[in-house]
């Protein structure tokens, strides 16, 4: 391995794959740089090269030394990396057990190994990140979202945030504070997208949040089309369940908010909630969710839910399944006569649309100017559809 210099204005010295100081010259202006004395100040910190994709090689700050003078520089230098003195070439070390190097004391290149002692240290999760990512491309999701969460001025790929949000929802629920404080620095994830540790930022973390609930409908026409495409799915039989998240949180809330007091399937009565409604299919694809207020009755959700599924997926002979005490009696007389006023309309449409096509009620062709009764022909072109 070699050292090279990057520009000046950083002056940091690069050990590929090692921790190595790096020098900082004052941000100010060179005038400004100057002490009373006229000297000009340096600090230093260490820091570990890391190859990422496209050939790139980033950096991630480990310890901020300050303002060093030339003899910890030199401590600082030889505890991180052995030179041979005059080269910048690394010189290769022999390792060998503490108690197997009886006899090799005198040579230099031998290094004294304590296998006892020997640790597995910053390991990071790297199979179940690779198998994530290759989820999330066979669903084109990186497409949908790239085309949708362009980079920010200060060049953020939110669409590479989400994935580490959807990664860690999937291996290891928790909060955005764990996923930028611990996490991520313990996956692979960093390496996969060829990113850096600035990509689990806190604050980007939760700003990423805000982009999403504008392309719902698009997420979700999508995914149907890739469940088709992938597992061949129908989606003539539909479960429909609610749930219920709460807070430990103090009213009053902002207008519009939809953290209520209602009734508590997590025995919290004491705290707001809001209702979560969710449809998937039978081998648990998700299709549509909802958030409502946290005082919504079950019984309430049934209808707009039913008219949601039609207007998004088309109406078909659909088998739903719930919880019994979703669909109330008055839910489904009035399902039942929504169904029929609807079915009588389109019969009725078809019936005044018999004459003009010059076909009688029964079917043969008739005189134009011979026109049957609507009543009859609704009532034949029900009995046909009866059939």
């Known amino acids: 391995m070699k050292t090279k210099a990057v520009p000046k204005r950083t002056a940091v010295w690069i050990l590929n794959g090692r921790h190595v100081p790096a020098r900082h010259d004052s941000p100010e202006e060179p005038a400004l740089a100057k002490a009373g004395d006229g000297k000009q100040h340096c600090y230093w910190s260490v820091v570990e090269n890391r190859r990422v994709a496209g050939k790139r090689v980033t950096q991630r700050p480990l310890l901020y030394l300050g303002e060093i003078n030339d003899s910890q520089e030199a401590a600082w230098r030889k505890s991180i990396a052995v030179l041979e003195e005059g080269s910048a070439e690394l010189r290769t070390l022999s390792l060998f057990p503490e108690d197997r190097a009886e006899g090799l004391s005198g040579d230099a290149s031998i290094v004294r190994l304590r296998l006892s002692e020997v640790r597995l240290c910053r390991a990071r999760q790297w199979g179940a990140c690779w198998l994530t990512l290759q989820l999330w491309e066979q669903l084109q999701l990186d497409r949908f979202w790239a085309a949708r969460l362009p980079a920010s001025r200060k060049r953020t790929r939110w669409d590479q945030v989400l994935f580490v949000l959807a990664a860690y929802r999937l291996l290891a629920p928790g909060s955005e504070w764990r996923l930028h404080r611990q996490w991520y620095n313990r996956t692979a994830l960093a390496d996969l997208l060829g990113t850096t540790a600035d990509l689990a930022e806190l604050h980007k973390l939760y700003a990423c949040h805000d982009h999403l609930l504008a392309h719902k409908t698009a997420l979700f026409d999508h995914l149907r089309q890739r469940w088709r495409d992938l597992f061949n799915a129908s989606f003539d ?151």
Do not use: H
């Open 237 to 387: 039989v539909l479960l429909y369940d609610l749930t219920s998240s709460y807070f430990e949180a103090n009213p009053p809330f902002p207008e519009g908010d939809k953290r209520r007091f209602g009734y508590s399937r997590d025995r919290r009565p004491d705290c707001v909630q809001v209702v979560i409604a969710l449809v998937v299919t039978p081998e648990g694809l998700p299709l549509a969710y909802e958030v409502l207020a946290g005082n919504t009755a079950d019984s309430t959700t049934l209808r707009d839910f039913l008219a949601r599924i039609e207007q998004q997926y088309g109406k078909a002979r659909r088998i739903w399944l719930m919880d019994r005490g979703i669909p109330t009696e008055a839910v489904l007389a009035s399902c039942c006569t929504q169904w029929l006023t609807a079915s009588w309309s389109r019969m009725a449409s078809c019936a005044s649309a018999m004459p003009a096509a010059g076909w009688s009620a029964r079917g043969a062709r008739s005189d134009r100017n011979a026109s049957p009764p609507r009543a009859a022909s609704a009532s034949s072109s029900a009995g046909s559809m009866r059939t």
